[in-house]
């Protein structure tokens, strides 16, 4: 589904959710779309119900629907298209169609910082253990990465954030900056460009991303910029 504005849906997404008999996914994504749904049968659920949606799909493939499963940004990016191919694998076939993620979303809202290599780290501890997370923290931080976080704070996840800005500041400079934007291409979006030592004092919850720039990463006429290296 992209980010969530209608002109980030891709062509290939458009065509295959109104050709699709049967559309499956998460409540909140599915209101972003429900103008597109008139006339399918529409499976919603809640969170934490990713396996539950991917075998309803799979059974409703089985029974010769044409189904849709849908994920917001890319679907192959903490999305519903790795949990699909799992259960549907040898029932029945799976094309995964990708879309805008965050991370690029925010990027263009931001400038460009994304230029050089980076990486995408999740601060979500309900898949994957918390030492795990601290590490790849660490190896990016070691390795001079741009740094992309995704689900950095919750209502009942706070401190997280605070342990990945800790563990990047012994690797870099504290005015490294720092975008910060929420609804990245999806409605009320914001923006605020501040800095490593003071990225903790603005608003950051599960629909914010947060790009940490590395060490030559600059802010140039309000922009976000990762040189490549080129000479100019």
Known sequence: MGPG???????????SIQKADVVVGYKSYLVLIEDLLVGKKVIGSGMRKEIDRAKIAVEEARAGKNV???SSGDPGVYGMAGITLEIAAGVVPVEVIPGVTAATAAAAVLGAPLMHDFAVISLSDLLTPWS???SRLEAAGL????V????PRSKGRTKQIETARE???WHRDPETPVGIVRCAQRGEEKQVITNLRDMLKEDIDMLTTVIIGNSQTRVENGKIITPRGYAV
């Open 167 to 169: 563990i990047l500041m």
């Open 143 to 146: 390795g001079d990465f741009v």
């Open 68 to 70: 849709v499963v849908v």
């Open 5 to 15: 504005n209608r002109e980030f849906l891709s062509p290939a997404a458009l065509e």
């Open 148 to 151: 992309v976080l995704y689900n």
């Open 132 to 134: 795990k997370i601290i």
